[in-house]
């Protein structure tokens, strides 16, 4: 059974710009959650959609979005790149109702 | 503020030893607690979890001790191997309408040959 999939691996873009990300769940999980994890921090929740709707969102500014798609991939946006945002963004997928996350390789986005 | 922490950053085993690593908590009404395993280059990967009813549970080689009382969550590895090394973070779950997952910063286990 395939993984959790992100792409890309790999994302420079400068500041200002905007960033697209990318997930494709397990097969069969309909939950998708987000967490940026910056050099020396812990995991940052930042979103979790389920059933193609915004479940609950962490604290970060409105810049950050996604969304859910009927196949149930998810997209993160990041818009108005700041040097902050340099950080790996994980996704996340789990079966409806279970608490038990897997998690993908991440993308290490870098902002010059 | 609510929060996870880890009190030891940094911890360095023999291989063949045991290995603890703690986490603390402040939430009380979490329900539920995951320890997940983060290898260099990897995304965390799920090693065990605990119920907020339970005070302990066992896996292969591992088992998470909850302790209620002071909001202390501990991960025990037996037998260390080299391939234990990486980074450690526990979880904090709160459900009840809405899932929020809290992550500490995260031990790194360094196993010595």
């Known amino acids: 059974e395939a993984g959790v999939t992100q792409s890309p691996t790999h994302l420079i873009k400068t500041r200002g710009q905007q960033a697209t990300l990318r997930c494709s769940p397990i097969?069969?999980?309909?939950?998708v959650y987000w967490y940026q994890q910056a050099l020396g921090l812990g995991l940052q929740f930042l979103l979790w959609y389920d059933e193609g709707e915004e479940r609950n969102r962490g604290n970060f500014p409105p810049r950050f979005s996604g969304r859910q798609f009927p196949n149930y991939s998810s997209e993160l946006n990041v818009n108005a790149l700041e040097l902050e945002d340099s950080a790996l963004y994980l996704c996340?997928?789990?079966?409806?109702?279970?608490?038990?996350?897997?998690f993908g390789p991440g993308t290490r986005l870098t902002v010059l | 503020g609510e929060n996870v922490g880890l009190h030891l950053p940094t911890l360095s085993v023999q291989e063949g030893d045991n290995s603890i690593i703690n986490c603390a908590y402040s939430?009380?009404?979490?329900?539920?607690f995951i320890w997940y395993k983060q290898e260099s280059g990897k995304g965390p990967q799920f090693i065990i979890d605990?119920?907020?009813?339970?005070d302990k549970r066992q896996g292969q080689r591992v088992t998470v001790l909850l302790n209620k009382t002071v909001k202390h969550l501990s991960l025990q590895i037996a037998a260390t191997q080299p391939g234990d090394s990486a980074v450690y973070f526990c979880?904090?779950?709160?459900?009840?309408?809405?899932?929020?997952?809290?992550f500490g910063t995260g031990t790194k286990l360094q196993v010595i040959p």
């Open positions: 605990i119920r907020s009813n339970m």
């Open positions: 996340a997928s789990s079966l409806a109702g279970r608490d038990e996350q897997f």
């Open positions: 939430n009380s009404a979490s329900d539920y």
């Open positions: 097969s069969g999980h309909t939950s």
């Open positions: 979880a904090e779950i709160r459900s009840g309408g809405y899932q929020k997952v809290t």
